[in-house]
């Protein structure tokens, strides 16, 4: 499920961000899932224009999921890494 957080940018504007929490045990589990968030990133997009869908994840990914997400201008952040959010601005 995607989380929209509003966040002020220099202080005057505000900007959509999506965030998405995911957790996997297994990357099979993970390879079944990417194709929902393609889905679910061009319909976003299709209604709201240009984003990102940020992905916070947490547990097994692999370089398939990541290149495939990646492919499809998503990003994420791993939990133990939770700092990096800064890295984009958020």
Not at 16 to 29: M, T
Not at 61 to 86: C, I, K, P, S
């Amino acid at each position: 499920m995607a989380h929209t957080l509003t966040i002020r940018a220099c202080g005057c504007i505000e900007m959509p961000v999506l965030v998405e929490c995911k957790s996997a045990g297994d990357f099979a589990n993970t390879n079944k899932r990417r194709k929902e968030e393609d889905t679910k990133v061009t319909q976003l997009r299709a209604t709201y224009g240009d984003l990102t869908l940020y992905l916070f994840l947490c547990g097994y990914f692999d370089a398939t999921y990541l290149g495939y997400e990646a492919a499809n201008n998503m990003d994420w952040v791993w939990e133990h890494r939770v700092e990096d959010f800064q890295e984009v601005g958020i």
